[in-house]
């Protein structure tokens, strides 16, 4: 194969298909530099229009949380706080749950016809409007956990995190609203990654007396697990960038709060509410807090690069 390669690249060419080569690189060269182009761009844009509360608050505006347009004064610290926990959180419930349903839909566990059903039902999820999710956890998802609330607050109110006497919308209902987002991303990832496991790696562990759950467990999840960690990641990115769902059920309250019962805020959110109805240096401290959002995201997907490199495995 590789004499046929080297071949076919020695081969005398003419020079209309020189040309044609050389414009086609070329072209496919500008057309590739565009993305790189438009993200500086964008980069260049939210910086410079933050560049006024940054110079004026620098990075006290990470670490505190007053927000008060009316003494002009301005902190970020509960949208980031919000941000980062829910999506951490959400992800943390989402990976079990993903990563078993794709271990379920392509392991032998029930017949095909269920498999199949079942991985239809989940990519449905991810063609759920998500303005249609968050009314479905307003007029369902809290009325249903509000019990399941109040139960965490007395009996584990001891801990920071369920501290707060819950009233309504809150955090934890954010969390719960991005699971449900998340899981089509994982698991259809996970689904595609184990998929492309070579059958070989499996009859090789059966063959020298391994179970089912050892070779899933020490043979097919670690062959598999760059494109997992890469799924994780991509669902990381979304769950941090959420706007709607989470901005209808989360409470949308700047006041710092440890308590995932209690209202809360995330940087989507908080852009969502006020950039409509903000004028002066409100608009420069939420250009501030979308810069935030962005580097956030923009380290996400640079580490799940890295992870996906470093956890490549070549057969």
Known sequence: ???????????????IEKNIDIIFKNTALVLSSFVAIILLGIILVVFFQSFESFSRYGLKFLVTSEWNPVKDEYGAFTAIYGTLVTSFLSLLITIPLGV??????????????????????????????????GLWAIFVMEPFFRAFFVFLHNFFGWIPLFS???TGRNSLLAIMILVVMLLPIVTSIARDSLNQVPKKL?????????????????VILPAALSGIMAGVLLALGRAMGETMAVTMIIGNSNAFSWSLLSPGYTISSMLANQ????????????????FVLMILSLVVNIFAQWLVKKFSLKY
């Open 1 to 15: 194969m590789e004499e046929k390669l080297t071949l076919f690249k020695n081969r005398k060419r003419f020079g």
């Open 100 to 133: 078993g349903t794709a271990i379920f839909i392509t392991e032998d566990f029930v017949p095909k016809v269920v498999r199949e059903i079942i991985g239809s039902f989940v990519e449905l999820l991810a063609a759920i409007p998500s303005v249609v999710l």
């Open 164 to 166: 707060t006497e819950p």
């Open 202 to 218: 499996r009859n090789a562990a059966y063959g020298i007396g391994a179970s089912r759950w050892k070779t899933i467990f020490s």
């Open 275 to 290: 950039f409509g109805e903000a004028d002066g240096s409100q608009v420069s401290s939420l250009f501030y807090a979308a």
